[in-house]
């Protein structure tokens, strides 16, 4: 059996999915750290805050991607998310 090399956004993303919202925070959070201008790692986390209801938190994260991406098909998903927050 081959196993696919770690991936910390998919595990994030699966911490996510199961309801593992803290533990994906953390692990996007030591991603954030080693990789400052990435900006997936930046929309990911933000999803994840929206879900657990930290907005504040998540309109950061989403600002944080239109600066380093300020084009493209992330910089549209981050405009929508933007827009969705209602503090």
């Known amino acids: 059996v081959k196993y696919a090399p770690f ?3 998919r595990e994030a993303i699966s911490l996510m999915n199961s309801g593992k919202f803290t533990e994906s925070i953390a692990m996007l959070d030591k991603e954030i750290k080693k990789t400052p201008n990435h900006p997936q790692a930046f929309y990911t986390r933000a999803v994840v805050y929206v879900k657990m ?3 504040d938190l998540a309109a950061q994260d989403y600002k944080e991607v239109l ?3 300020p084009t493209g098909p992330l910089s549209e998903l981050a405009k929508s998310g933007l827009s969705k927050i209602h503090f």
Do not use: C, F, K, S
């Open 67 to 69: 600066e380093l991406a």
């Open 7 to 9: 991936n910390p956004l």
């Open 53 to 55: 209801r930290r907005y």
